[in-house]
Antibody, heavy 120, light 108 residues
């Protein structure tokens, strides 16, 4: 069974940092890209970024313009974990953060999400 | 990345056909993907590469394309189809992806 579990969400003050984790099981993690998608309260889905597989794709990353330079996506294939390191957090970064298994635009498995609240 | 435009809401009666469009400059040159999200749940992949139905998705869900947009069609709408629907596509080199604003489907 494919399972993705996000963790690390919390209430954090503006300007601070937070790291989210996405632990996966049930598939060969190192063969897939992993994406992060967020959803502000009562709003739509927003693509945050993704990290390619290290196998043949160099583990390169892409980011939405709204988070580029503040967020870093990484992966540890030995632990089957993807990370989202968030710095200089803003109120508009508040929302539920989902990780997804990715093949092109096929986000076929999702976690349940973890809530990040940026507020003083 | 370019924007994708969806109608904010669509309403249909049970058994009728619902059509949700998604338009954008990169469509249909770039593939579109459709997701369903019920309240409090993670999104579910319905359609990939414009017209391909994801595994386990009922055949009443289908995707199509036209010159400047893509469409998700739900035939014989059921009460359980009431949800938010999002399209997703990329720029021409796959380095930036964007979701449409979402469409709330109401089953009357």
């Amino acid at each position: 069974e494919v399972l993705l579990v996000e963790s690390g969400g919390a209430l954090v003050q503006p300007g601070r940092s937070l790291r989210l984790s996405c632990s996966v099981s049930g598939f060969n993690f190192d063969e897939y890209a992993m994406s992060w998608v967020r959803q502000a309260p009562g709003k739509g889905l927003q693509w945050v970024g993704f990290i390619r597989s290290n196998k043949g794709y160099g583990g390169t990353v892409e980011y939405d313009a709204s988070v580029k330079g503040r967020f870093i996506i990484s992966r540890d294939d030995s632990k089957n974990i993807a990370y989202l390191q968030m710095t200089s957090l803003r109120a508009e970064d508040t929302g539920v953060y989902f990780c997804t298994r990715t093949f092109m635009g096929r986000y076929d498995y999702w976690g349940r999400g973890t809530l990040v609240t940026v507020s003083s | 990345s370019s924007e994708l435009t969806q109608p904010p809401s669509v309403s249909v009666s049970p058994g009728q056909t619902a059509r949700i469009t998604c338009s954008g400059d990169t469509l249909p040159k770039e593939y579109a993907y459709w997701y369903q999200q019920r309240p409090g749940q993670a999104p579910v992949l319905l359609i990939y590469e414009d017209t391909e139905r994801s595994s386990g998705i009922p055949d009443r869900f289908s995707g199509s394309t036209s010159e400047t947009s893509v469409t998700l069609t739900i035939s014989g709408v059921q009460a359980e189809d009431e949800a938010d629907y999002y399209c997703l596509s990329a720029n021409s080199i796959g380095t930036s992806w964007v979701f449409g604003g979402g469409t709330k489907l109401t089953v009357l």
